[in-house]
Structure formats: C-alpha cells, structure tokens
C-alpha cells in the first residue's frame, strides 16, 4: 500500500510544477498583449518564448542548484534565512 502512495507523489508534485509554469506562462501573455499590437504577433511570441525560458531556466537554477548549495552550509543557511525574510518585508 505505501509504494502505490510512493509511485503517486512524483506525479502528484510533477502535476503542480506544471500548473504553476501554465499559470505564470498565462499571466504573463496576458501583461504582454500590448506587444501584439506594438510589435505584431511574431514578435510576440518570440520575446515570450524568450523571456519565460529565461523564467523556467531561473527557477530551476535557483531550486536545484543555488539553494542547496547555500542551504548545506549551516552558517550560509541562517545568512540566507534572514536575507530571504528581509527582502520580504
């Protein structure tokens, strides 16, 4: 019974990513539409194209790569605790 519930989580998780990248993908479209009309439908997609791969490839440098390697460092991990609370505020 725990390795259907195993076998469940990673499409589960996989299902959210996908959500939110949809979800920000879409938002984003709909602030640019003013590009449509200013630089006409190719260049439309092409600078969206762009700039979400550039969103996409962030994220995923900033979650696989950069917070780990901060967050394995017990004293860099509490440096980065307070940055990630001060710039909150």
């Known amino acids: ?33 003013y590009l449509i009309q200013k ?16 969103l996409i490839g962030l994220a995923w440098l900033n979650i696989h790569w950069l917070i780990p390697a901060f967050c394995c460092i017990k004293s860099m991990a509490l440096l980065y605790a307070c940055i990630v609370t001060l710039t909150g505020l």
């Open 1 to 33: 019974m725990s390795s259907t519930t195993n076998n469940s989580h990673p499409f589960r998780q996989r299902y959210f990513y996908a959500a939110y990248w949809v979800m920000v993908t879409l938002i984003f479209l709909y602030d640019r539409t």
């Open 39 to 54: 630089a006409g439908l190719p260049n439309f997609f092409i600078c969206a194209l762009v700039r979400v791969s550039l």
